[in-house]
């Protein structure tokens, strides 16, 4: 079985252009989230979708990032415009309990 | 106070050794409990998870409950190089009434041949 695939696994963008993640679930996995990880920190979530609906958004920062999971199934993740700050892993996880199963994860990096 | 919190590290355990990792949470009507690891460049990987006080054994794996000091720890027995990680907290904590999975920073573990 496939595990939860995400793309790409490295990006590198100039500040203020716009950056754009995907994450393919694992088949059945109706729950998907979208984790932020800093440098030695633990992940922090952006978004949780249960189905297409994003239940859990409070932690996503509205002015410049947006997320869409069209179908129930694939989900895209994007930041406009990216700031210095947004540099970060983002992890892409799916579960269908409590129990996460994790993406490879995209390496962002903004100059 | 962090909603999740672990020490940082690095801890150094010598090759054979008990590793022990310990974390705390805020929420005291937290119910599910879990310990990923997390190697250098790579994502977490589930390895254990905890419901009930008490010890929950696998392998060389121990995880330890104590709702009442809001206390989870993960003991790995006979440690081996290929141990050392990042070993990171979360538990499914009560906010603003949802459920909401939360993670502690991380302990850096460094098993020492």
């Known amino acids: 079985e496939a595990g939860v695939v995400q793309s790409p696994r490295y990006k590198i963008i100039e500040k203020k252009q716009p950056v754009a993640f995907w994450c393919n679930p694992i088949s059945g996995h109706n729950t998907l989230y979208w984790y932020r990880q800093n440098l030695g920190q633990g992940p922090e979530l952006l978004i949780r979708?249960?189905?297409?609906?994003?239940?859990?958004d409070s932690q996503l920062p509205k002015d410049r990032f947006s997320a869409e999971r069209l179908k129930g199934v694939d989900s895209t993740l994007k930041i406009q415009p990216a700031e210095l700050g947004d540099s970060a892993v983002y992890l892409c996880a799916s579960s269908s309990g409590l129990l996460l199963d994790f993406g490879s994860g995209t390496r962002l990096t903004v100059v | 106070q962090k909603e999740v919190e672990q020490n940082s590290g690095p801890l150094s355990v010598p090759e054979g050794a008990i590793a022990s990792l310990n974390c705390t949470y805020s929420d005291r009507g937290s119910q599910s409990f879990f310990w990923y690891r997390q190697y250098s460049g790579k994502s977490p990987e589930l390895i254990m998870f905890?419901?009930?006080?008490g010890d929950k054994e696998d392998g060389r794996f121990t995880a330890q409950l104590n709702k009442a000091s809001q206390y989870v720890s993960l003991l790995i027995r006979d440690s081996q190089p290929s141990d050392s990680a990042t070993y990171l907290c979360?538990?499914?904590?009560?906010?603003?009434?949802?459920?909401?999975?939360?993670f502690g920073q991380g302990t850096r573990l460094t098993i020492n041949p």
């Open positions: 979360a538990v499914n904590l009560i906010i603003q009434g949802a459920q909401k999975l939360v």
């Open positions: 905890i419901y009930s006080n």
């Open positions: 979708y249960e189905n297409e609906e994003a239940v859990d």
